[in-house]
């Protein structure tokens, strides 16, 4: 499906960016805003990849991954994106933390953060302001090796739940591990700390619509439900991509898709160095989730229980416990009919979200997978209905996704939720070096991941991509 202002496809553009995630559209809105002739094309049938949603039954709308960014979006929505996006994002008002250790309410900002640490768990306040002070002086220019285990171990000794209080939510929201560079852990955390936990009022499909209005006013074509096979090379600089196997020309090519498959699907190993490819066959992809979507009937309320619930029922913390495929780690997203104003009547939903590894999933018979389906869906009821007692009379629709569905709605690798880990943050910055006129932009090295990452890389990017097209003016 074509959208877009002229009558059809022209054979040659300044860019082509391949993926309407949302650092493909950052960057496709503030290229065609520049003038530049920019073509975004998304292999599926509508904009957003991970920043998606679904309609069931007429009546239910299931947000994906709307369940809460930093107020930095604010900032750079207002800038990428304009005012009308800006002005819809909101506050959430109560994130709880419940697992057989501790009960905890907070609105997720330093402050909150700060007297829960001092009170509750007890450290010295001197420990809490210099465990602070680390995550809002880090920034990714530091070339930091330290890992989370080592972050926790210098600051809370022996102290699993403080650990565990502290990593859980951003295990949740970029995938990190024990194991990952702290730097990438303080970024993000730095990130939500400063003014707490956000989302969009409308909705991701009114986020999304509002962008593809945003870009057809901009001048970007935009062509939906058709893949890019290949990006072609001539004499080590972009030249095409072949689309259904026609090539579209393009000075500069943007990928917004897997950094792996753009890398080794897409362009092909024999355009690379050896050190390169070398680089790239050594980025590890991220972990990927499943989810289970719940809607309430018609007519059914709950009362407000919090935006964002974390729970558990294991007493130990250890990161590796929230990927097995009977975990009892799970965050509960509510979305009150007050997210989308504009709708009469709207039903309750209630997302649950689990992190996941593809491999215990892939290899399932549709038995098996089924029988696993069934298996998330009871677990999450049953967890739920410590919260809301009932709940399962209230509910008229349940449908459960895994790391496939994701795999075949993005075309992301292993199903990763949040791209690669840190190594492929150089891998993507360096492939414009390799090939003239190719780029990336999209989650890659963990840091560069969630909306606002994704926002924020895309945008970076446009600048390289206006200077390489400078120079074909000279
Ligand atoms: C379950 C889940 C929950 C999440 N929750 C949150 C959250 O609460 N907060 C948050 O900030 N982030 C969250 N995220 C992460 C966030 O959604 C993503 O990091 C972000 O949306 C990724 O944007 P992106 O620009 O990398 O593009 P992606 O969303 O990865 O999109 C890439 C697009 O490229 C397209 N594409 C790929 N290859 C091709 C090709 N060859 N031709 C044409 N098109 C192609 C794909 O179809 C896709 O649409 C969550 C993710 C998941 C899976």
Known sequence: MLIKRREEIKDKYDVIVIGGGIGGLAAANILGRNGQKVLLVEAHRKLGGLASWFKRQGDHIFDISLHGFPQGMVKSCRKYFGKEIADNIVQLQKLRFKNPVYDIETDFTREDFSRILVEKFEIAPK???????????????????????????????????????????????????????????????????????????????????????????????????????????????????????????????????????????????????????????????????????????????????????????????????????????????????????????????????????????????????????EQMIEDSLNTLEQFLPGIRTQIDYIEAATPLTIERYTHHQKGASFGTKFEGLDVSQKISEEIKGLFHAGSVGIIMSGWLGALNYGAIKTNDIESYLNTFKD
């Open 127 to 373: 420990t809490v302001q210099e465990f602070f002070d680390f995550v809002f002086h880090s920034n990714f220019y530091d070339n930091l090796t330290m890992t989370n285990r080592e972050l926790f171990e210098k600051f809370f000794p022996g102290r699993n739940d403080v650990m565990r209080f502290l990593l859980e939510p951003i295990v949740y929201a970029n995938g990190s591990n024990l194991d990952d560079e702290a730097i990438t852990y303080a970024i993000v955390f730095g990130n939500f700390m400063k003014k707490g936990v956000y989302t969009y009022r409308g909705g991701t499909d009114h986020f999304i619509k509002t962008i593809q209005k945003l870009l057809i006013q901009n001048g970007v074509d935009i062509l939906l439900g058709e893949k890019v096979e290949n990006i072609n090379i001539e004499n080590e600089q972009v030249k095409s991509v072949s689309i259904k196997g026609n090539d579209v020309k393009a000075k500069a090519v943007l990928s917004n898709g897997n950094l792996l498959s753009t890398i080794f699907n897409m362009v092909g190993t024999n355009h690379f160095s050896s050190d390169f490819i070398d680089r790239a066959k050594r980025v590890r992809l991220n972990t990927s989730s499943t989810q289970v979507y719940l809607g309430l009937k018609k007519g059914e309320s709950i009362p407000f229980v919090g935006d964002l619930i974390f729970t558990s029922q294991d007493s130990h913390f250890a990161t590796d416990l929230l990927l097995k495929p009977n975990t009892t780690y799970r965050t509960f997203s509510f979305y009150y009919p007050e997210l989308r104003p504009e709708r009469k009547d709207a039903p309750y939903e209630i997302v649950a979200s689990m992190n996941a590894r593809y491999d215990d999933w892939a290899n399932l018979s549709p038995e098996e997978m089924q029988s696993a389906k």
